[in-house]
């Protein structure tokens, strides 16, 4: 059976795993969940995720959420031997991190200040600024002691995708990050040398922007988390 991932176009941890899957050339059903009609908050979306988020994969009846967890399945049932995911203990603690990092770090808190104002009534504030700068410094930091071309590596790994997407979004708003050097020059040298792999990215920050200047009315959608933006009718 073909693996299915149920996911969305502009969204990083989507993107990040349909990035590698097309690596892995691992052969995938690409099935769109409509956000905006609300397809995972139903009871049967959450037949296969209660948490009710995107994406989620099904291998054969298999289900699994949380698109960190995802990228390691995929890799260690279906290319064990890729250094997309190493296997030596300490290479891939420092993938684990990265991907760590940036769902509790990097990911959640630009996103909060680039994505959540777009869909739904959050404001950017100073707060939200400094966050971002403090997320980006510490990627900054980890380039400059690691000494990697990569997030975690001198080769392409896993931790790139999420880390990348969580970028993208900057530059969906126009956010200027150029003074993190080594975060910039790892960003641009991922554009330049995958460009397969950055055509997903892009096609999901043509998306974003569009919302930018379109902002979408999901009143109906009645989020149990975070707030509708007031349309007015």
């Known amino acids: 059976m073909v693996l299915k991932l149920y996911g969305v176009s502009d969204g990083p941890p989507s993107i990040s795993v349909r990035q590698a899957l097309t690596v892995l050339e691992i052969p995938f059903e690409l099935i769109n969940v409509d956000y905006g009609a609300g397809e995972h908050m139903t ?21 699994l959420g949380e698109s960190n ?24 603690a420092i993938v684990n991190h990265r991907l760590c990092f940036n769902l509790s770090t990097y990911y959640a808190n630009i996103s909060a200040y680039t994505m959540a104002p777009v869909f739904y009534d959050y404001e950017r504030t100073d707060l939200g600024l400094k966050k971002v700068h403090m997320a980006l410094d510490v990627l900054e930091t980890y380039f400059e002691r690691l ?12 931790a790139d995708f999420p ?11 126009d956010f200027d990050f150029s003074k993190y050097k080594k975060v910039s020059k790892w960003y641009s040298d991922f554009k330049n040398n995958h460009p397969e792999l950055w055509k997903i990215s892009e096609g999901a920050m043509k998306e974003v922007q569009y919302f930018v200047k379109n902002p979408p009315d999901l009143t109906h959608l009645n989020h149990p988390i975070h707030p509708a933006r007031k349309i007015a009718k």
């Open 163 to 173: 880390l990348i997407n969580t970028t993208m979004t900057m530059e969906a708003i």
């Open 69 to 92: 967890a995802i990228l390691q399945y995929i890799c260690d049932k279906y290319k064990p031997e890729s250094n997309l995911y190493p296997q030596e203990p300490k290479a891939r």
């Open 147 to 158: 000494g990697t071309s990569y997030a975690a590596a001198n080769h392409l790994t896993i």
């Open 43 to 63: 009871a049967e979306y959450a037949k296969m995720n209660p948490q009710k988020e995107i994406p989620v994969l099904d291998d054969d009846g298999f289900f």
